[in-house]
T-cell receptor, first 115, second 111 residues
């Protein structure tokens, strides 16, 4: 059973460009959350997708957008890249709705460097 | 002040030592997670708890809901335990995905 998979693992972009990061959740999971982790910091919640809709959003500008497909995979898009967008982008999947709560699974992340 | 605070930020131990990492939070939670992150970046979930205590191998996690405090203990520490340990909380019932993270505790265990 594959866990959460993310692509690409590393990429370098230039200021002003756009980037798309991809995530496939763990089998059976229908909820995907995206996080940004700057070097030396804890992850910050960007947004969460469930049933192909953005359900929750953190404090990130509209340059950050996303999408969830019918197979529950998800994309994170960042437009007009800034140097400060350089970070590790983590995708996490979970399956809500159980009263006992549920474990969250993370991908290995996509390292984005903006130059 | 961060909603989730961890201490210490950095910890160096000798192999075999008993280690404790603390986490305090200031928000209402539905669950608390202890996570492990290795230098490559990937994060692994160690525990999810909403009350009491859980044990897995040499790892023990406890939570005191009234005091809004949790601890992660590592018994008989080993160099392979060296990693960043992160405390994170879920604030929404039945929604594990939106987590608030602490800053992490960097643990180095020396042989």
């Amino acid at each position: 059973d594959a866990g959460v998979t993310q692509s690409p693992t590393h990429l370098i972009k230039t200021r002003g460009q756009q980037v798309t990061l991809r995530c496939s959740p763990k089998s059976g999971h229908d909820t995907v959350s995206w996080y940004q982790q700057a070097l030396g910091q804890g992850p910050q919640f960007i947004f969460q997708y469930y049933e192909e809709e953005e359900r929750q959003r953190g404090n990130f500008p509209d340059r950050f957008s996303g999408h969830q497909f019918p197979n529950y995979s998800s994309e994170l898009n960042v437009n007009a890249l800034l140097l400060g967008d350089s970070a590790l982008y983590l995708c996490a999947s979970s399956f809500p709705g159980t009263t006992a709560g549920n474990t969250i699974y993370f991908g290995e992340g996509s390292w984005l460097t903006v130059v | 002040k961060n909603e989730v605070e961890q201490s210490p930020q950095n910890l160096t131990a000798q192999e075999g030592e008993f280690i404790t990492i603390n986490c305090s939070y200031s928000v209402g939670i539905s669950a608390l997670h202890w996570l492990q992150q290795h230098p490559g970046g990937g994060i692994v979930s160690l525990f999810m708890l909403s009350s009491g205590k859980k044990k897995h191998g040499r790892l023990i996690a406890t939570i005191n809901i009234q005091e809004k405090h949790s601890s992660l203990h590592i018994t008989a520490s080993h160099p392979r335990d060296s990693a960043v340990y992160i405390c994170a909380v879920s604030t929404i019932r039945r929604n594990t995905g939106k987590l608030i993270f602490g800053q992490g505790t960097t643990l180095q265990v020396k042989p």
